[in-house]
């Protein structure tokens, strides 16, 4: 199969992606838009004339998000709901709430690199807030995305995924000592795992799934990790951060081609070793054997 390539040069912007793109009539959720690539994400997909629901934990910064969308912008169909990955009623609340197609679902919010946290269910928090949520948001949005016909969903993933595959075995470090990083890798491995799933199983229903992964961006992600304290070299601005996930959200050649890992706006190779640089993504984390044990494994904890 031919790998997919674009035509943009080093670190576009996520506006220079969406050149001449319309999405009027379009209607798309951004999860963690209060801040960072999330909100510039809404913000390109605002101004292209799609109606845009910022889904975030801090429904206050997100009304401060979406009135500097607005100024900046001049978009109006501007929505703020509540978010909270973690729990479950949240997730619950927030799809019964939704009525109507859904156009694009673009899973952005996370966590990094946390303190040892679990959920009321014993989940470890940062698998459960980055991969649980997420999958528990698209199930229940599923007919939402399905009534679009051409719907699109967005997984936001890290080149951290190098650093560990998800451990099958003790997806919540109950066995093992809890390491926030492998914590925070494994997580990501499970969100390109779900796009790999998502596009096998939904394709059939007109839904196109990709996994992104943002360059270096100095935003509250790290804030565990010291802050934006990374080398000047590799660090992008947030508009540049949020191009790889504009271009999944709106790029033509994308409407159909799915299960992919978006790397700087281009198909990554798959490795086998880790990279220093964090390029290409993991052959455990596009193994569609891996894809498959993940769903069921989630849906089984999801029904526990």
């Known amino acids: 199969m031919t790998r997919f390539t674009t035509t943009f040069g080093a670190d576009p ?24 690539i999330g909100q510039e994400t809404a913000r390109v997909l605002a101004s292209k004339g799609a109606e845009v629901t910022l889904a975030v934990r801090d429904t206050e910064a997100g009304r401060r998000a979406a009135a500097q969308i607005a100024e900046s912008t001049g978009a109006r169909s501007l929505h703020v709901a509540s978010l909270d990955l973690a729990d479950r009623r949240s997730t619950a609340a927030f799809a019964e709430a939704w009525t109507g197609p859904l156009h694009v679902l673009v899973a952005n919010a996370g966590i990094m690199a946390t303190p040892e946290t679990r959920t009321a269910e014993g989940w470890e928090l940062q ?13 229940a949005l599923h007919r939402a995305l399905a009534a679009a016909q051409g719907a699109r969903i967005v997984s936001v993933t890290s080149g951290a995924h190098q650093w560990c595959p998800v451990v099958f075995d003790d997806i919540h470090c109950v066995f093992r000592k809890y390491d926030t990083h492998q ?111 993940l769903w069921d494994e989630s849906l089984r904890m999801l029904a526990a």
Request: include cysteine; hydrophobic fraction near 45%.
């Open 13 to 36: 912007t996520a506006m220079e992606v969406a050149e001449g793109c319309d999405l009027s009539g379009k209607r798309v959720i951004v999860t963690g838009a209060s801040s960072g």
């Open 127 to 139: 698998f459960a807030v980055n991969h649980l949520g997420h999958f528990a948001l698209a199930l």
């Open 183 to 293: 914590g925070y890798a494994q997580s990501k491995t499970a969100n390109i795992l779900f796009a790999v799933e998502a596009q096998a199983r939904w394709a059939g229903d007109g839904i196109t799934t990709n996994a992104v992964r943002p360059p270096a961006v100095a935003t509250g992600l790290q804030r565990h990790i010291g802050g934006g304290n990374m080398p000047a070299h590799i660090i992008k601005t947030i508009p540049q951060g949020a191009a790889s996930t504009v271009l999944a959200a709106t790029a033509p050649e994308l409407a159909t081609l799915g299960g992919i890992y978006l790397d700087g706006c281009n198909e990554g190779v798959v490795v086998h070793k880790a990279d220093p640089d964090r390029r290409g993504v993991a052959f455990y984390a596009v193994d569609r054997a891996n894809a498959h044990r």
